[in-house]
């Protein structure tokens, strides 16, 4: 669950969220389009029809999801997509709606995928249940993508990276108020692979697993305000996140994650974290470096990372002001 102190805590993260989506949000919508739950026009080929005449015409639209209809797909409708490939400017709305793959499927398809020029906007959706045997077992993020209210979960990169998410470089994408749980990648980042520009604001990443970075691997420009990464899982390196880009994490907590090495954060030699009023707390690494383990730069600053086992910091770059507590007297004495 949510921390409701940790959002408190994250208003700054509110404004961000305020600026970021006053840049991304669809200029030109056209009406609203909506697609009910069944019907010649509702159900997920009424979906898929509604995004084709969009971006047929070449426009941009509002779709509004009935509430609490979950969208089923059985087969591929774009590509190795549920949904049509997002060239054009789509935001999609629906109170508690589902977006899902059939547990039944013959075949692995992801849910959504991005185009370098397309812009997707999620609101009160979840999508679940995406597969795919290369990266972005939900969504494939290669423009700009929006999740407000929106949850990720059941998603699979099963040979790749991305459970939840994947995005490439060049890529934006915006996470608020949002959930990317239960995620799971072959390679790396169960819940999110990230090489582009990446705002989590307020958002929570748990119970995803990879080989490395159970909830997060990122290698772009990240920032996570008033986040909870929380009982996340690598088999390798970086139970909650690693990285080899530039993150700064704030008003945040990393807790709860289990890895081989780094049960926190791994940062690797060319990472640069920042952690600002940030927790780093009862996280477990198999080896060292409990909560983190640092080849790169970490900073912190009003920040502690305490309760972690085997020990609080630990790697070949120090991270000034976090102490290893040694309890063990011949261990003192050395």
């Known amino acids: 669950m949510r921390s409701p102190s940790l959002l ?4 700054s993260g509110v404004a961000l969220a305020a600026t970021l989506t006053g840049t991304i949000t669809p200029g030109h919508a056209q009406a609203t389009r909506f697609v009910p739950c069944s ?12 995004i084709n005449q969009v971006q047929n015409n070449g426009g941009s639209a509002l779709i509004e999801l009935e509430k609490g209809c979950t969208y089923t797909f059985t087969a591929p409708r774009g590509g190795n997509n549920a ?38 906007s999620l609101t009160g959706v979840t999508i679940r249940g995406g597969s795919t045997t290369g990266n972005g077992g939900g969504i494939l993020n290669r423009g700009t993508l929006s999740l407000k209210f929106t949850t990720l979960t059941g ?25 990317i749980s239960g995620n799971t990648a072959a390679l790396g980042g169960g819940g999110v692979t990230f090489q582009g520009t990446l705002r989590a604001i307020a958002t929570l990443f748990t119970r995803n ?3 490395i970075g159970g909830a997060l691997a990122l290698s772009g420009q990240s920032k996570l305000v008033g986040s909870v990464v929380t009982g996340n899982h690598a088999l390798g390196e970086g139970g909650g996140i690693v990285s080899s880009g530039s993150v700064q994490i704030r008003d945040s907590k990393i807790t709860r994650n289990t890895a081989d090495t780094g049960g926190g954060l791994y940062a690797d030699n060319a990472a640069v974290a920042e952690f600002l009023r940030s927790h780093v707390t009862a996280n477990k ?8 383990f640092a080849v790169g ?25 976090c102490v290893n507590k040694v309890k063990d007297p011949a261990a003192i004495r050395r």
Do not use: H, M, W
């Not at 408190?8 to 208003?11: D, K, R």
């Not at 159900?43 to 509604?50: E, H, N, R, T, Y």
């Not at 690494?285 to 983190?292: C, E, L, V």
């Not at 009003?302 to 609080?312: C, M, Q």
């Open 285 to 292: 690494a198999r080896t060292t470096g409990g909560g983190i």
């Open 83 to 120: 949904l049509p490939v997002i060239t054009g400017r789509i935001a999609i709305t629906g109170k508690n709606a589902v977006i899902a793959r059939s547990a039944n499927a013959a075949t692995d398809f992801r849910i959504a995928e991005v185009a370098p020029s397309g812009f997707l």
């Open 209 to 211: 697993a990879a080989v």
């Open 8 to 11: 408190a805590s994250g208003l």
């Open 155 to 179: 998603n699979k990169a099963r040979n790749g990276s991305g459970g939840g998410f994947a995005a490439t470089e060049g890529s934006l994408t915006l996470l608020y108020r949002s959930t």
């Open 297 to 321: 730069t970490v900073t912190l600053q009003k920040s502690r990372v305490t309760g972690n086992v085997p020990d609080n910091c630990a790697g070949p770059a120090t991270v000034p002001g």
């Open 39 to 50: 019907g010649p026009n509702g159900g997920p080929d009424g979906l898929v029809q509604a």
